[in-house]
């Protein structure tokens, strides 16, 4: 598949959730949806937006002719989530980040941000629009380093989230409350993207500088990603809702490959958005949004923002740059050290608290342990920080090798009774007789073949490195 030939253009667009409160009113943003307080049942209907004109997609949910209802659950709605109350406030704490990350990006802020209306008719707002702000435009500067080279970024907006759906029955659309008016950044890039392959890697690059800012919230669901995609006679189309990062590459393959069937079979491509699936095709979801959709937001003032308050912000040190920090001070691999940071654990405290275990033994134990449990027995658990405390308890008195850690992790996941007794570490005098009477057995034997032997026997009771050493020692 030769892309110049295709001509192929993709631009990216990246959503991340915050972790202040609601935008416009001061809603708690934990997601919880405990305790329903309140549900209301509205229709919405399409009306024409800044140029004079009805949205094409606002049209076509119109037609569905469909009815909403929304759940208010405790602390996570208010007058303003039901539209029944004007905005208050834009929030400062997620303005602020917004701007750093304009800041960061080298784009241009204006002088003046003139919060609009995004008109959105599938039912996921309770108003039927989304407010949306500018924060940044492209600049000279303001672009993405992958390894095939740059990709422009186009701007930096701050909007409301959407309402969470619930489910569909029949006619009726049942949505969540609790997700509307989540402050939500939202990057887009000029169509620079060559490949699948850069389109991930740029992905995984603002990614990673979106989880540097404190305030950016973590977990499923709160980063999303789409991307835009046009071929030579096709039409552009937006790709929508990756489950993860690893499937972009192959969907967007697909999709190449159903353009170029379409247009073998002489058939038009219609600009749409399409709905990612889990075995990387996708389907139709709606037309493609013109800017029939925007109007000025009439309850928000506008923010001016001026030299003094943009020089009061500072840029944070970015994951990439504390794991280059980790990685030289306690001699960890890349990986290693990111996954540290990212979960944003103190590495310096735990090594102080828990002297016996060295740096590197810890992050194993918190970042790649409950990977391996999940690989290799089908283990799913979520370990809580008081899970990790009492297992580096353990192994800090006990001198625990890592698959005595892996079991006790197992058992504490399976809630089931520890024995530290049965994880007592064999004396180096009793390993060094089973060797020489392993030799006594069987003079050839390789120092392979007793190792297999010995780790069989004492797994996790002794450090393997120490019984290869004694082997070669007698040997």
Do not use: W
């Amino acid at each position: 598949m030769n892309n110049n030939n295709l001509k192929l253009k993709m631009g990216l667009e990246c959503h991340q959730q915050l972790s202040t409160t609601k935008l416009f009113c001061r809603c708690n943003t934990t997601l919880q949806e405990k305790n329903e307080e309140i549900q209301i049942k509205r229709k919405q209907r399409a009306v024409s937006g800044g140029t004079g004109k009805k949205d094409v997609a606002a049209l076509f949910e119109e037609q569905k002719d469909r009815t909403f209802i929304y759940h208010g659950f405790e602390d996570e709605y208010c007058l303003v989530c039901l539209d029944e109350e004007p905005i208050h406030n834009i929030n400062k704490r997620a303005l602020e980040t917004a701007l750093t990350l304009a800041k960061l990006l080298n784009l241009k802020i204006p002088k003046e941000l003139k919060v609009m209306r995004k008109i959105i008719s599938d039912g996921s707002v309770t108003s039927a629009f989304q407010r949306t702000l500018i924060i940044g435009t492209e600049s000279k500067n303001s672009f993405i380093k992958t390894s095939q080279g740059k990709v422009k970024v186009n701007q930096l907006s701050l909007e409301e989230d959407a309402c969470k759906k619930i489910k569909s029955e029949g006619n009726h659309v049942h949505y969540s409350l609790s997700r509307l008016g989540i402050p939500l950044l939202e990057l887009t890039t000029n169509p620079d993207i060559k490949t699948p392959e850069q389109a991930k890697e740029t992905a995984e690059i603002i990614g990673m500088m979106l989880r540097s800012f404190e305030t950016t919230r973590r977990g499923i669901g709160s980063i999303r990603q789409d991307i835009n995609l046009s071929i030579k006679n096709g039409a552009r189309v937006e790709l929508k809702g990756f489950q993860n990062l690893r499937q972009m590459p192959q969907v967007i393959k697909k999709e190449i490959e159903r353009q170029l069937y379409l247009i073998k079979e002489n058939k038009k491509i219609k600009e749409e958005v399409r709905r990612v699936k889990s075995d990387n095709t996708t389907e139709f979801l709606r037309p493609l949004s013109g800017s029939a959709r925007f109007y000025p937001e009439t309850d928000a003032v506008n923010i001016n923002i001026n030299k003094k308050l943009l020089s009061k912000i500072k840029i944070p040190e970015l994951i990439e740059e504390k794991s280059l920090k980790l990685e030289k001070e306690f001699s960890l691999p890349m990986e290693l050290a990111k996954g540290i940071i990212e979960n944003k654990i103190n590495l310096h405290e735990l090594a102080k608290k828990y002297p016996r275990i060295s740096p590197k033994f810890i992050a194993q134990i918190i970042i790649e342990m409950p990977k391996e449990l999940k690989a290799r027995f089908n283990l799913n658990y979520d370990f809580k920080q008081h899970d990790f405390e009492k297992i580096l308890k353990l192994t800090n008195k006990n001198n625990l090798q890592k698959e005595a850690v892996l079991d006790i992790l197992a058992k504490i996941a399976g809630n089931k009774k520890i024995n530290i007794d049965d994880y007592k570490q064999i004396s180096f005098e009793k390993i060094e007789q089973e060797i020489k009477l392993i030799l006594e057995k069987q003079p050839n034997i390789t120092e392979n073949a007793i190792m297999g032997i010995i780790m069989k026997k004492s797994s996790g009771k002794i450090n393997p490195k120490d019984v290869f050493e004694l082997i070669k020692k007698i040997i």
